[in-house]
């Protein structure tokens, strides 16, 4: 594993599974992009390192015990490419579906670039936020456990 690919899944585990919010400056450059990750509401936007935590806090509130694995990594010039996987538990509510109390589960695959001195400085992602929809959906609809 090069050094990249190990920042990185230290910052996944650390900043996007535990929630270590702290930990976003030792990871992330001054400046984090958002170059392509539809559905994703920073999508496009330029983020300071305030602006990263309040999105993962953001992200996290609805699923606190979310769990990336990373399937797959590789490396090329400046950037670590990842597949993962991601599961969680719908804890609070999000686009307008109240907490149900069930499994969640997404695939995905990312591209992290990085700067000269090992930084994140942003990423291009695709994942299956439909799915997500659907389970979400699918809960809504299904009756309540007693």
Do not use: C
């Not at 979310?66 to 490396?75: G, K, L, P, T």
């Not at 149900?100 to 992290?112: C, K, R």
């Not at 400085?121 to 997500?132: A, E, F, I, M, Y």
């Amino acid at each position: 594993m090069t050094t990249r690919q190990k920042l990185l899944a230290d910052f996944i585990e650390r900043v996007w599974n535990r929630g270590e919010s702290a930990a976003v400056p030792e990871f992330l450059a001054p400046l984090y992009t958002i170059r392509h990750d539809p559905g994703d509401p920073w999508e496009g936007r330029t983020l300071d390192q305030a602006g990263f935590v309040e999105r993962l806090e953001t992200s996290r509130t609805p699923f606190p015990d979310q769990r990336f694995a990373i399937v797959h990594m590789s490396e090329s010039g400046d950037s670590v490419i990842i597949a993962w996987t991601w599961a969680a538990t719908h804890h609070a509510a999000i686009a307008g579906f109240p907490a149900s109390g069930q499994p969640i589960a997404m695939s995905g695959a990312s591209v992290y670039s990085f700067d000269e001195d090992d930084r994140l400085t942003g990423h291009w992602q695709v994942s299956d936020r439909l799915g997500v929809f659907q389970q979400l959906q699918a809960n809504a609809a299904a009756p309540a456990s007693v």
